[in-house]
């Protein structure tokens, strides 16, 4: 029985939410399956997975093979890392203790590595805040002196006889055209 990991779709329509599923090839994508390994969630910042990964490496040590989605999600957590380490350990090139370490340092960096994406995107996020606080800020100001200019309508004496002289103007150039009837 050929074993594919593969993702299985969950959630509603345009948030999708995956299981991680060791099934066999034949089934359908969203139908019977072995084994749950994890969960995917590509909706979140950066996206959540949470997988079995001793369960991961189980499979593929048993011949399972990976979609290519699923080999990105396995490689972005470590898993075909553990699992090549492994590989290594039956070999003898690596004693258990070597490859175990090799993995935990790894798993570090990684974590490191995330670490700084999600406070880079918290950085941002209170960036773009405090740009659109003070944008407000701006505008608020703004409507506070047209406010406090209409409420005071003190203008000199020259601007007033400018402004009476236009208003005659204007209903004498609505006089010249002739209407239609």
Known sequence: MPVKIRLQRHGKKGKPFYWIVAADSRAKRDGKFLE???TYNPNTNPA?????????????SNGAQPTDTARAILSYKGILLKHHL??????GALTEE???EKFNAW??????AVASKVSGLDKEKADAKAKALAAEKEINEKRAAEAAAAALPETPEGEEAEAEEAAPEAPAAEEAT???E
């Open 36 to 38: 749950k390994l994890g």
């Open 48 to 60: 959540t997975i949470n997988i079995n990964v001793d369960s991961s490496v189980q499979w593929l």
């Open 86 to 91: 492994l590989g290594g350990v039956r070999k």
């Open 98 to 100: 070597q490859a175990e």
């Open 107 to 112: 798993i570090a960096e990684k974590e490191q």
């Open 178 to 180: 002739p209407e239609k």
